[in-house]
């Protein structure tokens, strides 16, 4: 799986959108990016994934470049719950009835503030 | 979303004992569950891949006799750390893939150990 380069934290005011990028500069045409976040002393949770299309869903967007060398998670209005470790992961994605690890990086930890 | 719990929430125990976590998937049958470990201020580290009815895949590093996994049906799986001892302390999370959902994790909220 690609390796993946993020910030180790990013500050966000409240109500104004979190831009969390991610580099995944060697990253190969059937891998496609993950997105999940910890919270503190909780498992993570899944936020989105996309393979080379800009993704949204209720939680977030996901803009990934042309190129596919980088992605930039969005958060449109943080809030404070939002605060929590943000990983970036790239990996192929699994069929059905197989099962694919995910390996986590140091991520971004996003601290949301008043 | 699909939930996936786990028991306990937190245990705390003396050191030679032995511990065994839970996790179930709740509302669907996981064929397959990952567990992890997370030592304070770091990422999660994979420790192992257990699939229902056969034995559960090792990380490189991991002590397959020290921690015991046992995924008996398709919606339970169990850890037990073996004699723990201090340096066993961290946080352990599960998580389950539903079989139907091509490449999706759930994650369970995680449990507590702390050998004293």
């Known amino acids: 799986d690609a390796k993946t380069t993020q910030p180790p934290s990013m500050d966000c005011a409240e109500g104004r959108a979190a831009n969390l990028p991610c580099n995944h500069s060697t990253i190969s045409g059937n891998e496609y990016v993950y997105w999940y976040r910890q919270i503190h002393s909780q498992g993570p949770q899944y936020i989105i994934h996309?393979?080379?299309n800009n993704e949204t869903n209720e939680m977030a967007s996901l803009i990934i470049t042309e190129d596919r060398k980088s992605s930039t998670l969005i958060l449109p209005h943080a809030t404070l719950r939002d605060t929590a470790v943000y990983y970036c992961i790239v990996r192929v994605r699994g069929r059905a009835g197989t099962a694919s690890k995910l390996t986590f990086g140091t991520g971004t930890r996003l601290q949301v503030t008043l | 979303g699909a939930v996936v719990s786990q028991h306990p929430s937190w245990v705390i125990c003396k050191s030679g004992t032995s511990v065994k976590i839970e996790c179930r998937s709740l509302d669907f049958q996981a064929t397959t569950m990952f567990w992890y470990r997370q030592f304070p201020k770091q990422s999660l580290m994979l420790m192992a891949t257990?699939?229902?009815?056969?034995?559960?895949?090792?990380e490189q590093g991991v002590e397959k006799d020290k921690f015991l996994i046992n995924h008996a049906s398709l919606t339970l799986s169990t850890l037990t750390v073996t004699s723990a001892h201090p340096e066993d302390s961290s946080f352990y999370i599960c998580s389950a893939r539903d079989g139907r959902i091509p490449d999706t994790q759930y994650f369970g909220p995680g449990t507590r150990l702390t050998v004293l």
């Open positions: 257990s699939n229902e009815g056969s034995k559960a895949t090792y």
């Open positions: 996309g393979l080379k």
